[in-house]
């Protein structure tokens, strides 16, 4: 899969990051119109689609703190508590997941949707396990499997969220995909946030330490972290796998999408050197 393509369309670009479970479906509808135009237009190209849970998933998440499982001395009340807020966030996430599908759907995508809940767990040691057959088939048949952010079985914790990030993190030491592009509402990585006028165009683990007082923090609920956690997360794939670039951009014009596909749009690369 020499032409496998990694694209994450951010929690921030498809909902109102800071009214609790809106979507912002006329976005979605033509993020989905315009990837549609790029899959025709490159018939090479095998994608994997991911997007965020954004007000969905992180709102429920804040409110039930799912996100840092049961602890170990809870109480039953406690646990039935944690887990109630479990199924809730994994109701808001599929919620918001069946919005982008249907949106897909409408635009011709022949789209097929996998669920990190029902695939993925966490092993004692802390290792994602998950039987990838089903999605590498998926991408033969020259389908588009859609993942997103998510809550997992956890055997340390109990339960806990996956986030895109991490779901790609973990594809992408399996599947090797030549690019992933984050696609989000921010042109990529500022130097002077939240000033936006000095965009960084190039990440690499040598000069991190430079641009790491300028990342700060998401805008909105984020219980996966910040800029900076998700820049480290995405230096640290990279460290594992040396070939693979990463770019960060924004879409709020939907047209940057088929720019970003084709190398053509601004933003900030995230490399090995």
């Not at 479906?25 to 025709?40: G, K």
């Not at 806990?160 to 790609?168: N, P, R």
Request: hydrophobic share 45%.
């Amino acid at each position: 899969m020499r032409s496998l393509v990694f694209l994450k369309l951010g929690g921030s670009l498809i909902t109102e990051k800071h009214r609790p479970y809106t979507a912002r479906d006329s976005h979605i509808h033509a993020l989905t119109q315009v990837l549609a135009q790029v899959l025709q237009k490159h018939p090479e190209l095998r994608l994997v689609l991911g997007h965020g849970s954004g007000s969905f998933g992180h709102q429920a998440a804040q409110e039930s703190g799912t996100r840092y499982g049961i602890p170990a001395n809870a109480s039953p009340e406690v646990r039935q508590r944690y887990w109630k807020g479990f199924a809730e966030v994994a109701y808001q996430a599929a919620r918001l997941h069946q919005r982008v599908m249907e949106a897909l759907h409408q635009a011709g995508v022949a789209a097929i949707s996998f669920p990190p809940s029902a695939m993925m767990y966490r092993a004692p040691r802390g290792e994602l396990r998950w039987q990838l057959a089903p999605l590498r088939a998926a991408l033969r048949a020259g389908l588009v499997p859609v993942v997103y952010g998510d809550v997992i079985f956890d055997a340390g914790q109990g339960g806990g969220i996956l986030s895109t990030e991490e779901v790609f993190d973990a594809l992408a030491l399996r599947l090797h995909p030549k690019c992933i592009l984050l696609a989000g509402l921010e042109e990529g990585v500022w130097a002077d946030f939240p000033q936006r006028t000095r965009l960084i165009p190039h990440i690499t683990p040598e000069n991190l330490h430079r641009w790491r007082p300028a990342l700060g923090q998401a805008e909105g609920i984020d219980v996966t972290g910040g800029m900076l956690a998700k820049v480290e997360g995405m230096l640290q794939l990279i460290r594992r796998l040396p070939g693979l670039r990463i770019f960060l951009f924004s879409a709020e014009d939907p047209q940057r999408l088929e720019a970003a596909f084709e190398e053509r749009a601004p933003g900030t690369w995230i490399t090995a050197a």
